[in-house]
């Protein structure tokens, strides 16, 4: 109480500071609103324009490119595989990122070692994890392959980057190792949160490990897992590096999704005004998300 | 507890054992878990590359010149954003987190027009302005957050001696701040040295390429031997592990404070 007193107190009689406070932060939102509220109007008025990377081609066609996108062949199948991408991704990183963060809730000597050990996969970069998944995975020499194998659980191989069925599982399952340790962080944040004492009237009072998680912890939880989940899905959503490098959204499409079309349209057929046109609609797609996203957890409240 | 972690690490243990075994022994069947005899061969493979070679360069002052630039900036505006009240700060806040979430990809395009026209493609100092303005949000956020947490009553009594709102923060505000700042240089300096989409797009000349993107080009291209490759990737991440077994009890906690804090 008395230190938020104080704090009113500096904060209002440094209120003729004012500019002071402005000119300390402005040159931070000058580059902000430069590349972020700038680019996104660039962007959108981009996406009316018959654009070329190179040429000096530059004509109104109105809303010609949005048209083009849902006319796509593969319209269906690349909407389906971003659908697939973003909610399977999801859900495991959470259960693998909630697992872990239970078994790493612990007071131990060198707990602090093994949490750092544990986000290593998060600060690996995206290049290196995929090639060293591809290394691990390698149809011929993988280990994975040779130890399957050799514990008898498969007869063949598995072609986990060039088989149509199997590549979506296969880069989703990387997405999920890559990214499970940035929710263990918030959840790690988040089990400190609960009151100890919780636990404790529920031991009196007899409850299960299953009944206390159920009753206790996951209820703690629902804001960091909603605010997990809603910086996740936006990422993973719009995510390029992994796929790209993994499979560059193939074989034959089956792994395509629309922010890896995006660079296509732009840097190999050069049509700038396609590739806004599908970032613009990303975008809307964002803001909708936003929107629904808020109403259900008002709701929920 | 220790098995599900050699679990999750079991691909980089692979991936290390493996840089270090003979072309030959990489496609034994069965495989051997240390390399034996340990071979240097992919490293000298990886470093007699001309483009691998200047692309560690590039990435090391790209990484450390975005590192640095976004410390000065964020610490001031942090600052201001967490103590001094100026018009429309509550806003600015809220705007950082948009921007915080904004993924590059959907402003790949714009920022591709607007480099071009002032000229800083193909510069490693317009990729280390990208960085930068990519690391601002998060780590304005994570500092606000640390700053809050420190009592106002330091910097009252430090104005009441007649100190001005610069030297109280930079002689009391900043030295209590150890942590915070030691994990936004974290971040940062791993962002930045790991940021791949906007340092493939924007440089195009061979010279002037960024470590991911030199090893995306070589893992698509695949002209080189896999020790070759594993080798790459294993001195990529070497500074990364370095900075992060370093700097362990401030990562975890540190970002958490960020990410969820305020």
């Known amino acids: ?301 | 507890m220790v098995l599900v972690t050699l679990l999750i690490l079991f691909p980089i243990l692979w991936m290390i054992s493996s840089s270090f075994k003979l072309e030959k022994d990489l496609f034994a069947i069965p495989p051997t878990l240390f390399p034996n005899p340990v071979s240097l061969h992919g490293y000298e493979m990886a470093l007699s590359r001309p483009s691998f070679v200047s692309a560690i360069t590039n990435s090391v002052i790209v990484a450390i010149g975005s590192t640095v630039i976004t410390l000065f900036l964020t610490l001031h505006g942090a600052y201001a954003l967490a103590r001094v009240r100026f018009f429309g700060r509550a806003f600015f806040a809220k705007f950082i987190l948009c921007f915080y979430m904004f993924p590059a990809i959907l402003l790949v395009i714009p920022i591709y027009m607007m480099m071009t026209s002032m000229h800083l493609t193909n510069s490693l100092f317009g990729i280390m302005v990208i960085h930068t303005i990519l690391n601002i949000p998060f780590c304005l956020w994570l500092l606000r957050a640390f700053f809050i947490t420190i009592p106002a009553e330091l910097e009252e009594a430090a104005i009441m001696d007649g100190a001005s709102i610069l030297g109280a923060f930079y002689r009391i505000i900043i030295p209590l701040s150890k942590p915070g700042i030691a994990a936004v240089t974290l971040f940062s300096f791993i962002a930045s040295w790991s940021e791949f989409l906007l340092a493939y797009v924007l440089v195009t000349s061979n010279s002037k390429k960024t470590l991911p993107v030199v090893l995306a080009e070589e893992i698509i291209g695949f002209e080189m031997q896999w020790s070759g490759l594993l080798a790459m990737s294993v001195i990529v991440l070497i500074p990364i592990f370095f900075a992060c077994l370093i700097f362990s009890k401030y990562l975890v906690e540190g970002l958490s404070s960020g990410a969820v804090k305020g």
């Open chain 1, 1 to 301: 109480m008395i230190v938020n007193s104080l704090l009113k107190s500096f904060k209002s009689r440094s209120g003729k500071h004012g500019w002071i406070g402005f000119a300390l932060f402005a040159p931070g939102l000058a580059l902000m609103c430069l590349f972020l509220l700038y680019p996104v109007a660039l962007n959108i008025y981009t996406s009316f324009f018959s654009k070329h990377l190179i040429r000096p081609r530059n004509n109104f066609v109105g809303l010609k490119n949005y048209l083009r996108i849902f006319n796509d062949d593969n319209f269906a199948l690349i909407l389906q595989n971003e659908i697939t991408w973003t909610v399977f991704s999801v859900i495991f990183q959470v259960i693998l990122g909630l697992g872990v963060a239970l078994l790493l809730n612990q007071k131990l000597r060198g707990i602090s070692i093994v949490r750092a050990l544990v986000i290593l996969p998060w600060v690996t970069p995206v290049v290196v994890t995929v090639l060293m998944w591809k290394w691990v995975l390698n149809e011929l020499y993988g280990i994975v392959n040779i130890a399957l194998k050799y514990f008898g659980l498969i007869d063949t191989s598995i072609a986990f980057w060039s088989s149509p069925a199997m590549a979506m599982g296969t880069v989703i399952g990387i997405n999920v190792w890559w990214g499970f340790p940035f929710m263990t962080i918030i959840f790690l944040a988040g089990l400190k949160s609960i009151d100890q004492n919780l636990y404790d009237a529920a031991k009196v009072d007899g409850a299960s490990p299953l009944q206390e998680f159920m009753h206790i912890t996951l209820p703690g939880l629902k804001h960091f897992i909603a605010v997990a989940v809603l910086l996740r899905t936006i990422w993973i959503f719009t995510n390029f590096d992994l796929i790209w490098i993994a499979t560059k959204g193939g074989p034959s499409y089956h792994t395509m999704i629309f922010p890896i079309m995006t660079y296509l349209q732009a840097f190999q057929s050069y049509q700038l005004g396609r590739a806004a046109a599908i970032s613009a609609l990303l975008i809307l797609c964002l803001l909708l998300y936003l929107v629904v996203f808020f109403r259900v957890y008002k709701y929920e409240e």
